[in-house]
């Protein structure tokens, strides 16, 4: 009965993830219909996911900014030391960040208000 009643629950959830993403596809075709701006993507080009940083050399952090309406505003963040930067791109000495496993995130807001974000995790030495 336990396993009948935990196959029904993920069949439920399975079919209700697929209509979510049924339905957001209808909305990306409304938008384009209607004119309106390509979804916002964000996708960090530098540090690469993985990346292990280390020394007194400054590391880029930049990323691939696409849709949405300009101007953009940016945040980068650190699951480990919070708040990086507001800029569009900056240069870090990873010496001052916390050493171990970062998740570096990046959320940028366009004129609308519309947002998307990018994620990498990378660690300090």
């Known amino acids: 009965m336990k396993r009948v009643l ?11 993830g697929c209509i979510e993403l049924e339905n957001a596809g209808d909305e990306d075709a ?3 219909a209607e004119g309106g701006a390509e979804k916002l993507t964000v996708t960090i080009s530098s540090p690469n996911a ?20 300009e101007p953009y505003d940016y945040s980068w963040s650190s699951s480990i030391d919070g708040v990086l930067s507001t800029s569009r791109s900056f240069r870090q000495d990873p010496s001052k960040l916390s050493k171990g496993g970062h998740v570096i ?21």
Request: glycine share 14%; charged share 20%.
């Open 50 to 69: 993985g990346e292990i940083l280390q020394g007194d050399e400054d590391i880029g952090f930049d990323a691939v900014i696409k849709g949405g309406k």
């Open 6 to 16: 935990f196959v029904a629950i993920c069949f439920a959830i399975l079919i209700a």
């Open 30 to 32: 409304t938008n384009a």
């Open 105 to 125: 995130i990046l959320k940028v807001t366009d004129a609308t208000g519309s947002s998307g974000q990018g994620s990498v995790q990378i660690e300090v030495m």
